[in-house]
């Protein structure tokens, strides 16, 4: 009865609402824009193009390191060794360019790094079942400990120099830098997997109750094995990226990425219980947290404040995607009760 004597307006806004409250990317994306427009008004240089573009290249490797978290949260699965990662990767990266005087077998040893700590780690938790969050914590001390002994806390510097390698990071194509195109890839590359394949559906189907999805037939080992993997490889890419900026293998890089990366997780609205969440949003929360970051630094604020101002934007947004999920289950109700009511007028 109260739809069939709503006003028009009030139809469009509860219509716009749904919209809201149904589609995360679009609520990130308003949230965005809003953020952009806030800085705009208060920092004149924010209102320059050539920001936004450093912005991207800035943001890159936490985008890449985002989406490979996003997709092993969907499992229900941590990884907390990717700031560790960022520094081993750089630091066998640097060191195999020393050693062999090639640059490719340096890029390759790098992404192999990746690829075996993803495994080693998908191991203990698929293998020996061992909770992924502590086991994830213990090996990134393990890591971060192995990078200060092997390194003596020393930066490891390309004797080679290869200018190709740092191409990596300062080239651009047209406006765009390259660091921004490889993460839009592999953001591609990650929502096709997501939502157009089979592994994709069992991923969200074993995030959603694992139990059941073992009974169903999906060998659920076998893909958070895989997740792991691809969780290692793309802290690897982050980790090649950031060293191109500096072509040089620091001991130290990566401290606090890892939470970084889950805030941007977070703020994309993936569940941290698995089964919820998608690789867009993260993008888009990595682009929020990133234009904040930006905004604060040309604005002269403190570091430690800005890490104050990124733990309320974390909380916030924890409140905010609770409203939205809230607001999407009562229109849902009360869509549901709409039909009930609707049928029951029909049969009277």
Same mark, same amino acid.
């Given at each position: ?7 028009? !307006? ?42 936004? %573009? ?47 005087? $090639?640059?490719?077998?340096?890029? #390759? ?19 020996? *079942? ?28 390309? !004797? ?8 990596? %990071? ?31 559906? $069992? ?30 490889? +793309? ?42 969440? $998608? ?10 947290? *990133? ?7 040309? +604005?002269?604020?403190?570091?430690? !404040? !800005? ?7 974390? #909380? ?14 009562? #229109? ?17």
């Amino acid at each position: 009865m109260s739809s069939v004597f709503a006003s028009p !307006q009030e139809n469009g806004w509860q219509k716009w609402k749904a919209v809201w409250a149904r589609n995360e990317a679009l609520s990130l994306l308003v949230l965005l824009a809003g953020v952009i427009a806030l800085f705009m008004v208060i920092e004149p240089t924010m209102r320059k193009s050539s920001v936004y %573009w450093d912005l991207l290249r800035q943001v890159s490797p936490t985008m890449v390191a985002a989406v490979g978290i996003t997709l092993l949260l969907l499992s229900g699965e941590f990884d907390l060794t990717v700031g560790s990662m960022l520094a081993l990767t750089g630091i066998v990266i640097v060191d195999t360019f020393n050693r062999t005087d $090639n640059m490719w077998l340096g890029i #390759l040893a790098g992404l192999l790094t990746g690829l075996v700590i993803g495994a080693i780690n998908g191991t203990f938790v698929t293998v020996i *079942g061992m909770e992924s969050l502590m086991t994830t914590l213990g090996m990134m001390f393990a890591i971060r400990g192995l990078v200060y002994v092997y390194t003596n806390q020393t930066p490891i510097v390309d !004797q080679n120099r290869f200018t190709q390698f740092t191409r990596l %990071w300062f080239k651009n194509f047209g406006p765009v830098p390259s660091p921004i195109i490889v993460a839009l890839v592999l953001v591609a590359l990650a929502y096709f997997l997501a939502t157009r394949t089979e592994f994709g559906r $069992n991923t969200y189907a074993i995030g959603g109750n694992a139990n059941a999805a073992r009974v169903s037939g999906i060998n659920v080992r076998r893909v958070k094995f895989t997740l792991f993997v691809i969780s290692g490889l +793309m802290a690897s890419v982050a980790g090649l990226l950031y060293t191109a900026q500096t072509d040089t293998g620091y001991f130290n890089a990566g401290l606090g990425f890892e939470l970084e990366v889950l805030a941007a997780v977070v703020l994309g609205g993936a569940s941290l219980a698995g089964g919820q969440g $998608n690789v867009t949003s993260t993008a888009l929360a990595v682009l929020i947290i *990133g234009t904040i970051g930006k905004g604060m630094r040309l +604005m002269s604020i403190d570091t430690t !404040q !800005q890490l104050l101002v990124i733990g309320i934007v974390m #909380l916030i947004a924890v409140y905010y995607h609770r409203i939205r999920k809230q607001t999407a289950a009562r #229109l849902t109700q009360e869509a549901y009760a709409a039909r009930q009511a609707a049928r029951g007028n029909v049969l009277a």
